[in-house]
């Protein structure tokens, strides 16, 4: 084999091990990418010293949507289903949860919000999706979320749906049984 | 490397070994292509036969045959083992015998690179079908293998399924480097890139491809096994992590993936046209850089499998305007193939049938691939037959046609020996009305709203699905007489000359029939 031959070879080699690296890259690069495009629901909190409050405010509907992932136990339900709220004004809602087993549980809860391009106008100064949440048997609790409307959202939007699937992570922090568990 | 200095002694030719380890120790690029070309065939017929059973569960409403857990696995064997087990490894085949000889090069560039290359592919096919007598069965996720379906809710094969597609990842990778190597470096004096044959040019691009995808795949599997074994969530939002970056990453690699799958089909098919139009090919410049356009879009179109999954409308304009501007080139290779054959004295050969077919049966795949480019169209489309219909358009009659067409074309030049042109064409008119008759009416059956990866339909879809099973038994049953001609052929039958085709040009008819186990151990000058 030639010297060009070589050469070749390792800017090949190079590029292999590259775009296996570049593909582990494209996993915070998807989420960069989402955050600053407000994509995929993913809810950023609502930055600190900035206003999102003003008097021009119009009416908007917002629906409140809970799911369970597979096999989690627990009651889980919007305390109100829908509510009405003005833009530009802090609103307050909560979430019943219950822990019907017989075991102490931790859950998270992801939001995702519908129409998407509803998402960077709806700021969170508080939420149950921050944190884990733990709960002993049969306990219960009332989750809040604290929220506000970005005045310059769209005229097109009137109607938002925040949803939160509930998932059961707590097996989630022993590494040997990520989630075979119980299968 | 050392330069090794050869004692030329006329009357000394270096055959190839005897026996059962000529074919195990061989670094010669003729029997590694005859390797990877066999192979490539039994797993056609391995993962034909389980087209045969998904076809024959589907020939009535209503279960028959097999069991819905084992509908899945063949279903996902036969997408894997096609692609991955027939279709690839038939062109890296056709790269081994072909590229040296149409360059004027002595062998590949990296021999014992070579060897390895095919030899992983065995075993990698060997795991992946032992899976099947696994507990909890084979993998039954679709060859697309979504998470969470092929983490959360796998069975526990999946992580043989993951070894496997790492070690043919490992093979196609050293396959491509090859070649590159090969091109870049052993062209013969005077070849410059643009004097190179296409079927070269179409290979160069696609190892560039495998060498950027293939590492992307390796890495999805990766993230796979670690989501599944090591407790991360690249894919579970439980942990933080997104399914949908999995379908980003899945198609990242498997949209160049398909060009991967076409782009040889496209020189093997610019090659036989100028053959037996007995013309000089129209456009060889602009098929160079259709190709390459090709190739570059490729790798920004892959959010068109995934329009339904939420994305913003921005996205998906762009996606589906990237995609369609894919047609301009496509369309311009069509165009000059058309062209070439304008005015040509056409004579109807066996590769020459096969190559008309492919020219017209892959723009209908075209088409359909266009038709699922626009959004809100795609909506109604997605997950139905209609999207299996256009990939089996594109992929039975043009890549494995383009193969077929290929061994028909080159195998005089690799046997020394005439196929039977009666049997021949008797195996192109069967695979012809067979390939139509079983994926035309899975057009209609898609469009009026029958959903795939499915072992049960609802009462409707009856009639189709009873004709399409008939045609894929005719497809599969002459595939066996495609077989019957290759050994035929390989055994004897009419010697060929060293041109073997009245039209055809390239370095590679300028040698003997067969072609001698060394070729151009000096090189040719090339005009």
Redesign the interface.
Known sequence: ??K??KR??KY??L??????????A??PL?DVFCEV?G??GKISQSEEGVSYESNTGRDLTIQFVSHN??QMPWIFRPSEKIMKVKTGKYSNATFFVKNNTDKPMTA?A?PSV?P??ANEYLKKLECFCFEEQFLAPGEEALLPVRFIFDSNIPESINNVALSY?I???TN?N???M???DGR | MSSVIESHHDDHHHGPAKGLMRWLLTTNHKDIGTLYLWFSFAMFLIGGAMAMVIRAELFQPGMQIVQPEFYNQMLTLHGLIMVFGAVMPAFVGLANWLIPMMVGAPDMALPRLNNLSFWLLPFAFGILLSSLFMEGGAPNFGWTFYAPLSTTYAPPSVTFFIFSVHIMGASSIMGSINVIVTIMNMRAPGMDLMKMPLFVWSWLITAYLLIAVMPVLAGAVTMMLMDIHFGTSFFNAAGGGDPVLFQHIFWFFGHPEVYIMILPAFGIISHIIETFARKQLFGYESMVWAMLSIAILSFVVWAHHMFTVGMPLAAELFFMWATMLIAVPTGVKVFNWVATMFKGSISFETPMLFAIAFVVLFTIGGFSGLMLSIVPADFQYHDTYFVVAHFHYVLVPGSIFSIMAAVYYWIPKWTGNMYDERMGRLHFWLSFVGVNVTFFPQHWIGLAGMPRRYPDYALQFADWNMVSTAGAFLFGASQILFLFIVLKTVLGGKKATPQVWEGARGLEWSVESPAPYHTFSTPPKVK
Do not use: C, K, P
């Open positions: 084999m030639n060009s031959a070749t070879l090949l080699s590029a292999v091990f590259g775009m296996f690296f570049f593909s582990f494209l996993v998807y495009t994509l995929n992932a597979e998270r992801v519908a998407s391009n699937t998932f059961d992570i989630y022993d590494m040997e990520a989630h075979h």
